[in-house]
């Protein structure tokens, strides 16, 4: 299991690329269980999640979508219902988040709860942010806009 979870926003080239290199990889490799000796070192065994924008990353990341993550990690919670306990939130808006966030793979469940419940986890031990948020636009000719003043 990765123990990081690397989130990206914005850095469209660099996973375009990153996907470049584990198709090759895939490629290059005789069986499945030959991938990972072919797979890029920075890449191997590395779980990423990559949103085109900000608004992205909000949208599906949200405070309360990150305290819900905090949550479970620091309290091992053994339901949904328990996990909406402990963020004080509606268990039905609870169960809703955790599924969006399984969609996105930061969220896994595990049946096995006391009467059967499903246990909600996180499989990660922190999470890294990477925003790319360039405050001049590269498409933009520096020279020519400065000389149209």
């Known amino acids: 299991m990765p123990s990081t979870l690397h989130i990206t926003v914005g850095d469209r080239e660099s ?8 198709a090759r990889a895939i490629d290059s490799a005789d069986s499945p269980d030959d991938i990972g000796e072919s797979m ?9 999640l990559q949103f085109g924008s900000y608004d992205d990353l909000h949208e599906h ?12 990690v620091e309290t091992e919670p053994s339901s949904i219902r328990e996990a909406a306990r402990l963020v004080d939130r509606d268990v039905s808006d609870v169960h809703a988040d955790l599924q969006r966030l399984e969609m996105l793979e930061v969220v896994a469940f ?3 709860g006391r009467g059967g ?3 909600p986890i996180v499989p990660y031990e922190r999470i890294e942010m990477h925003i790319e948020y360039p405050l001049v636009d590269d498409d933009v000719d520096t020279d020519a806009a400065a000389s149209a003043d």
């Open 15 to 22: 996973a375009r690329e990153d996907a470049l290199e584990v």
């Open 40 to 48: 890029p070192d920075h890449l191997d065994g590395r779980s990423v």
């Open 61 to 72: 990341l949200s405070p309360l979508r990150l305290e819900l993550i905090q949550a479970i």
């Open 110 to 112: 595990e049946d096995g």
């Open 117 to 119: 419940a499903t246990i």
